[in-house]
């Protein structure tokens, strides 16, 4: 069992419902969606497309997948979240677009904004003390000997290369997108997103994933909401 810590709208945001729409399948519930063509993509260019961030579930990462260090249990872990949440403001990320992220596409902010930054970099620090280091494998998986050095020091330190200066807030939409096919994909998720780009997103949970076995979907085991979303509730 892996556990990670992640942003994701709740389960009845319409975010969510486009997004395991397009993805193909629901974290929440691990219901699967039938796919037509679209834009001139088959249904079976859709789902190879999407299969990496289809096992994922919609999300934005914030802890990467890690084990449990020995001495906590899961419960450990959902106080510590609780705790966290119930003392942390929802806030809004100001605008997101679709971007391109080398040859993926996911729903980003249209700039750097340092409150989700301070964010993303609490959680890192708080859930450290609950991850286990990695093993041999899981570190070479990371190729460490082609990232710039403080990307391979964070991935030996915090079990993740993309952290504190290097985190970027993504929402992976595709996995790697062939040149010849971008810009199709680029219209069809502006079409398919259109009711959220160039508008906030509301960051009003700490979502708790798990991946049962290695290699297996990720389901969203807790959604918690943040102190705003919980005095407002």
């Known amino acids: 069992m892996r556990y ?16 395991a729409e397009w993805l193909g399948r629901d974290a929440y519930n691990n219901v699967g969606y039938a796919r037509a063509a679209e834009g001139g993509l088959s249904p079976e260019d859709l789902n190879t497309l999407t299969a990496d961030p289809r096992r994922y579930g919609f999300h934005a990462t914030l802890k990467a997948p890690f084990h449990l260090a020995e001495g906590h249990s899961e419960n450990d872990l959902l106080e510590a979240m609780r705790a966290f949440a119930a003392d942390t403001s929802a806030f809004d990320i100001p605008s997101v677009i679709v971007g391109q992220l080398g040859h993926f596409f996911a729903l980003v902010p249209d700039s750097l904004y340092p ?9 890192v620090e708080t859930f450290e003390p609950f991850r286990a280091p990695l093993s041999e494998a899981d570190i070479a998986r990371r190729k460490p000997d082609t990232l710039p050095e403080r990307q391979r020091e964070n991935l030996l330190r915090w079990g993740y290369p993309y952290v504190f200066d290097d985190f970027r807030f993504h929402m992976t939409l595709t996995g790697p997108v062939p040149e010849a096919q971008a810009p199709v994909m680029a219209s069809i998720l502006a079409n398919r997103f259109a009711s959220f780009i160039g508008r906030p997103l509301r960051i009003d949970g700490l979502v708790l994933f798990v991946e049962p076995e ?20």
């Open 4 to 19: 990670a810590l992640y942003f994701a709208p709740s389960a009845d945001d319409p975010l969510n419902l486009t997004a």
């Open 115 to 123: 409150p989700l930054q301070q964010f993303a970099a609490d959680v």
């Open 214 to 233: 290695r290699g297996a979907p990720f389901l969203v085991h807790s959604w918690l909401p943040l102190k705003a979303a919980q005095q407002n509730g």
